[in-house]
């Protein structure tokens, strides 16, 4: 039972360019949702969140954006660099309070 | 401010052997959860730790077992290991009551069974 869904393991980007993750839920309960980076051999770091009262939520290159009659999300990075290639993580705080994780997406920003 | 800390940062165990992995919280959190990811997947909720006792469970059996100290610290435990038990076992550490769901990770723990 798979309640926040990343479809695509993988996206590559040119340097300069928009990036755009995408992340499904099933669970409309849900109310607040987050996208955390993940490099190799370290711990997942948190990026940005967005509550379910909003529709979008912008931090420098990061945007977020949640449609709920759709339930999905989307994060935007303008301009991707490639020290932004990581594995990405959608995350939605469940009624007790815990992360429910995706599955992740690889992207790669090429220089 | 100390973040999260994970000891041990390897190991490998046999199969139907027991283990043991440790973690610090950030210094001022008093709630640990910890997750396993599997290659390729993202990280499973195992369960969390709150003023010592369980608060909440994911899908695992009991041979998964935790304990957490009045120093905010946590143990996971796990008894008769399976090949499938490989993972990378993450902690994090929050603090319950702030609304901003601030959990911060360490950088795991891999286990290999063999």
């Known amino acids: 039972d798979q309640q926040v869904k990343q479809n695509s393991p993988s996206l590559s980007v040119q340097e300069g360019r928009i990036s755009i993750l995408n992340c499904d839920y099933t669970n409309s309960m849900f109310d607040y949702f987050l996208w955390y980076k993940k490099y190799p051999a370290e711990g997942p770091t948190f990026l940005i969140s967005?509550?379910?009262?909003?529709d979008k939520n912008e931090d420098g290159r990061f945007t977020v954006f949640l449609n709920k009659s759709a339930k999905h999300l989307s994060l935007h990075i303008v301009p991707s660099q490639p020290g932004d290639s990581a594995v990405y993580f959608c995350a939605a705080i469940n009624q007790g309070g815990k992360l429910i994780f995706g599955q992740g997406t690889e992207l790669s920003v090429k220089p | 401010e100390t973040g999260v800390t994970q000891s041990p940062t390897h190991l490998i165990k046999t199969r139907g052997q027991q283990v043991t992995l440790r973690c610090s919280s950030q210094?001022?959190?008093?709630?640990v959860s910890w997750y396993q990811q599997a290659l390729g997947q993202g990280p499973q909720f195992i369960f969390q730790y709150y003023r010592e006792e369980e608060n909440g469970r994911g899908n695992f059996p009991p041979r998964f077992s935790g304990l957490q100290f009045p120093n905010y610290s946590s143990e996971l435990n796990v008894n008769a290991l399976e090949l499938d038990d490989s993972a990378l076992y993450l902690c994090?550490?929050?603090?319950?009551?702030?609304?901003?769901?601030?959990?911060?990770f360490g950088s795991g723990t891999r286990l290999t069974v063999v």
């Open positions: 210094s001022g959190h008093n709630t």
């Open positions: 967005i509550s379910s009262i909003k």
């Open positions: 994090a550490s929050s603090f319950r009551g702030q609304g901003n769901y601030g959990y911060t």
